[in-house]
Nanobody, 120 residues
Framework: QVRLEESGGGLVQAGGSLRLSCAAS????????LGWSRRVPGKQRELVAS???????NYLDSVKGRFTISRDGSKNTVYLQMNNLKPEDTAVYYC??????????????WGRGTQVTVSS
């Protein structure tokens, strides 16, 4: 079992920045992929960014160049640095953990989410 706890959400003006943090605990050794997803009411959850055990990252096209995912292995923490935020980035952001096998990621564990609101 893996537990994930997000922090760092809030209200920011368009063009501003926020950094989300996710602390992982439990059976960390079983995890080879970490990610951040978001959900807007009425829409499907979308994966925003991911990072695997080798440090390779992937991003949703709409956030490339603005968001950066990183991890601190010593702290079992994954971060999402969000710059130049836009109103359309407003959503509940969820931390996710799972495995990557043969290049395919599957997320099993999810945090409770943190609200990010970007005002215009």
């Amino acid at each position: 079992q893996v537990r994930l706890e997000e922090s760092g959400g809030g209200l920011v003006q368009a063009g501003g920045s926020l950094r989300l943090s996710c602390a992982a605990s439990g059976n960390i050794a079983s995890i080879s992929a970490l990610g951040w997803s978001r959900r807007v009411p009425g829409k499907q959850r979308e994966l925003v960014a991911s990072i695997n055990s080798r440090g390779s990252t992937n991003y949703l096209d709409s956030v490339k160049g603005r968001f950066t995912i990183s991890r601190d292995g010593s702290k079992n923490t994954v971060y999402l640095q969000m710059n130049n935020l836009k109103p359309e980035d407003t959503a509940v952001y969820y931390c996710a953990a799972g495995r990557e096998d043969w290049g395919k990621q599957e997320y099993t564990y999810w945090g409770r989410g943190t609200q990010v609101t970007v005002s215009s």
